[in-house]
């Protein structure tokens, strides 16, 4: 099971584990993101984002995140990985286990918390070449051609500036390519299609990076692996009350 650790970054943040790695010996960071909550979605109880495009609060993301966390923490125990960190976002009231049989929760998908997370594992990352960073996100996205976003909490929740609270997957990719850690994994268990009043703005607004990028930083280096949820233009599946199909399909390799 997973310790829960303290760590100051300005803000409260839930990460579950962090180990002291030996410095040059590589280690694997996870950073986990579950969103169930959109105030300003249908179902929510804000002010309903009038280009939501039939988007809503979501259950399946958030009963996701426990057992995600504890099959990735097994199978990097069982690889003999050096498990440095794992850091969890996650809407609602889901909890976690952790070493002393507590349950503990985690903190909201904002895009200030997801900012600061986003920051640690690239911290952690750059001890070494040979480290592993693991993003994991589930819930709301959208995309059109190469324009792809994801959604945090307070998605919709300015009408006039629809992806302020997004995050533009392109730049964060790119922004991850000046990390010295050269093994990143991406798992994005999101939709990948555009509401018909999307495929404009996405051109304009692109969201939040997270990351800045730096041109051309470790450009062919870096080796980025990605797993999608849905090609281009398709839905991610979604069951209510559940597990999402992906999370389930990921732990069964694991397993």
């Given at each position: 099971m997973l310790r829960l650790a303290t760590h100051t970054w300005g803000l409260s943040m839930t990460l579950l584990l962090d180990r002291t790695v030996p410095a040059g010996i590589p280690s694997v960071h996870v950073l986990i993101v579950a969103v169930g909550k959109h105030q300003n979605l249908i179902g929510g109880t804000g002010t309903l984002f009038l280009k939501q495009g039939r988007m809503g609060e979501l259950t399946s993301p958030p009963n996701s995140a426990p057992l995600l966390v504890d099959s990735l923490c097994k199978e990097l125990i069982a690889s003999d990985?050096?498990?440095?960190?794992?850091?969890?976002?996650?809407?609602?009231?889901?909890?976690?286990?952790n070493d002393d049989r507590e349950l503990v929760s985690a903190d909201p998908v904002t895009l200030e918390n997801l900012r600061r997370s986003a920051e640690r594992p690239y911290d952690f990352g750059k001890h070494t070449p040979d480290d592993t960073l693991v993003f994991c996100f589930s819930g709301h996205g959208v995309s059109s051609g190469d324009d792809y976003l994801l959604s945090t909490e307070g998605f919709g929740a300015h009408q006039l500036d629809s992806f302020s609270d997004a995050v533009d997957v392109g730049a964060f990719i790119d922004g991850m390519r000046t990390c010295r850690a050269l093994n990143q994994r991406f798992l994005f268990d999101?939709?990948?299609?555009?509401?018909?009043?999307?495929?404009?703005?996405?051109?304009?607004?692109?969201?939040?990076p997270l990351i800045s990028g730096a041109q051309?930083?470790?450009?062919?280096?870096?080796?980025?692996?990605?797993?999608?949820?849905?090609?281009?233009?398709?839905p991610a599946h979604r069951r209510i009350g559940a597990t999402t199909s992906f999370a389930d399909a990921l732990i069964a390799t694991l397993m």
């Open positions: 990985a050096q498990l440095g960190s794992i850091d969890v976002l996650c809407s609602g009231d889901q909890q976690f286990l999101a939709c990948r299609t555009a509401p018909v009043d999307y495929l404009l703005e996405l051109r304009a607004f692109r969201g939040v051309h930083a470790n450009l062919g280096v870096t080796r980025q692996v990605f797993l999608w949820a849905g090609g281009p233009g398709l």
